[in-house]
């Protein structure tokens, strides 16, 4: 068995709660994405009141500069499913790349370390047509026929 001196267990126990500050503000936002999430599980699985239906996987679109963390909200979403009716309920986050496109050449393009030029004809006079989505793209469900 190892000794653990005083200063090692201030050290670990000041790493715990740096750590668990990190997670509780780093994830606010993505707290509540995640209980949005669960609010849309569950009002579409109560339109369909006539089969019990048991919820397994939702699919989430989300824009590399949507800014949200996909690791962070995967941590939340679990947290609050844990030991509930949903819990086992799994997020499938498809991340979507910037793309844009050019006003005067409508050249369409993806946006390559934050450089939003148009790659065909140089010009600075371009849109934003994907990229910063946070969209619910699926639910897939398990039914019981009664």
């Known amino acids: 068995m190892t000794a653990v001196t005083r200063a090692e267990k201030d050290t670990c126990d000041a790493y715990h709660v740096v750590e668990a500050q990190r997670l509780h503000w780093g994830c606010v936002h993505e707290l509540s994405i ?3 999430i669960l609010e849309a599980v569950r ?4 339109r369909r009141p006539e089969k019990r239906v ?4 939702v699919g989430l679109k989300i824009g590399e500069m949507a800014a949200v ?4 909200l995967t941590f939340c979403f679990d947290a609050m499913v844990k030991g509930t009716e949903y819990d086992g309920l799994k997020l499938a986050i498809k991340i979507v790349k910037q793309q844009r496109r050019c006003a005067a050449c409508s050249n369409e393009f993806a946006v390559v ?3 939003a030029v148009c790659t ?3 010009s600075s006079e371009t849109k934003a047509i994907s990229g910063d989505e946070l969209d619910f ?4 469900v398990e039914t019981d026929e009664q």
Request: net charge negative; with cysteine; hydrophobic share 30%.
């Open 43 to 46: 009002t579409e699985c109560a």
């Open 54 to 57: 048991r919820p397994v996987r």
């Open 34 to 36: 995640a209980e949005s």
């Open 137 to 140: 793209e699926f639910l897939e």
């Open 120 to 122: 065909a004809c140089g």
């Open 69 to 72: 963390d996909e690791d962070a």
């Open 113 to 115: 370390d934050y450089n």
